[in-house]
């Protein structure tokens, strides 16, 4: 079973080494590795040659620069693998992942199977947990649940609405290449919607999955320690690009017409709020400029629309309160919460 890995590659010489070496030790070796060079301006297209002229199972693309989802949708283009999977240049993987994937596929072969990440801090490390997910296959109506999800969490899964984007992430799935060809799947580009990239393609996806497996393995490292990505910093109009989000969301939505996957948009609205707040207290432009932000954010039509409908009571208290400031728009206590929220993080 041949599996493919996509990774692009922008300006990422300080980390291609330990991302690449990471695919080519890995104890399983029917593997074909995809270096997409994304127009880099640095020395990385020069290395991702390097490792393809050491490696026959290395392919390498170059193009000019025009975005991980350009580099991304290139990559699945040329996949040759029975399974797809996706690597960001600065992360790296465990040396028996795909070995533990083959294994799962030969006795449940099935569309899409997942499994953790770690994130690296540095000196710290911390798994992300997972707390809604059925661990082991799902079909039928537990598939269907598991792409439910992927939109929004509802009722008692709202307990820890940190994990709310725990199936939005693409780096920990391995996917079928014929369910991606089935479901014409694609990136969008981030500075068109602003966020959750990989949750949309996820999403276009699941449409069309029959079945998923999702294994308690954290096998992917995350880095959180490089401040060049592509979420560290402030993110201008970010607002306006979540509308349009939301719209391709809505229309996702309105071709189920399920009311599961209704309240399921509507909760991902209302989570939407804390990433748009959190990206407000990280602009420069000083506390009355960041407080005005929130306001706005916290009176758009999208949010006064989800907050109508959703409902506290199964959150843990410290986030009831938050979401109770949301859903009532009172902005001073949600901006001082945000940047106590956005504090700890920055502690890890």
Known sequence: MLISYI???YNAQLYLQQCVSS???QSYSNIELILVNDGSSDDSGALCDQYAARDSRVRVFHKENGGVHTARNLGIKNARGEYVLFLDADDWIDEETTQHIVQIAEQHPCDI???NY?????HTSSVKRNTFVKEGLSEGIDCRTVYRQTMGLMGKEWKNPENFNFLATTCTSAYKRTLLAESNAAFESREAIGSFEDGLFNLRVMAKMKSFYYFDKPFYHYRKTNE???TAGYRQNFLQKQDLLFERLSALVQQESDPYFTEA???RIVFSCMELSLNAVKSDFGLWAQYREIRQILCNDWQRKACAQINLSDFSLKWKIYFFFIKYRWTLPVYGMTKAIRFLQKRG
């Open 7 to 9: 990774v692009p590659v």
């Open 23 to 25: 695919v080519l030790k």
């Open 113 to 115: 199977l997942r499994f």
């Open 118 to 122: 770690i994130r690296e801090f540095g």
């Open 228 to 230: 060049g990505s592509c």
């Open 265 to 267: 948009f509507y909760n």
